[in-house]
Nanobody, 128 residues
Framework: VQLVESGGGLVQAGGSLTLSCTASGFPFVDYVIGWVRQAPGKEREAVSCFDNRYGRTYYVDSMKDRLTISSDKSKNTVYLRMNSLKPEDTAVYYC??????????????????????WGKGAPVTVSS
C-alpha cells in the first residue's frame, strides 16, 4: 500500500497550491482519500476528503471557502487545490485513506478516526 504526495513547497501569502496524492495497493473506489495537516507544535487536523464510493466531498469549516478537492479514478489520484493561502496554513500535509463502509452517514470526524493508511507528508510553507 502506498500513498504518494506531491505538489508541496514554498508559496507567498495569497497564493495557491495544488497537492496530489496517488494511491496504490488497495481498491481506490472503496476508500475515502483526503488530507490531514500538522502545523509545528499543533495536533493533526483533517482538512478535506473525497469519498470515492459515493462521489462526495468534505471540508473543514475553517477552510472550506479556500479548498477544492477532486478525484481522478483513472489515475488513482486525489487533488487538493488550496487558494488564498495564509502563513497559518504552513504545515506538513499528509495524504490519508479510510475504508468507506456502506452506511449513509459520513463526516470529517469519521474520516479522521477511520484512517488506515498514511502518506509520508508534503511540506507546505506560506511566507508572509
Amino acid at each position: 500500500v502506498q500513498l504518494v504526495e506531491s505538489g508541496g513547497g514554498l508559496v507567498q501569502a495569497g497564493g495557491s497550491l495544488t497537492l496530489s496524492c496517488t494511491a496504490s495497493g488497495f481498491p481506490f473506489v472503496d476508500y475515502v482519500i483526503g488530507w490531514v495537516r500538522q502545523a509545528p507544535g499543533k495536533e493533526r487536523e483533517a482538512v478535506s476528503c473525497f469519498d470515492n464510493r459515493y462521489g462526495r466531498t468534505y471540508y473543514v469549516d475553517s477552510m472550506k471557502d479556500r479548498l477544492t478537492i477532486s478525484s481522478d479514478k483513472s489515475k488513482n489520484t486525489v487533488y487538493l487545490r488550496m487558494n488564498s493561502l495564509k502563513p497559518e496554513d504552513t504545515a506538513v500535509y499528509y495524504c490519508a485513506a479510510a475504508f468507506r463502509d456502506s452506511g449513509y452517514y459520513f463526516s470529517m470526524d469519521k474520516f479522521f478516526k477511520d484512517i488506515l493508511y498514511w502518506g509520508k507528508g508534503a511540506p507546505v510553507t506560506v511566507s508572509s
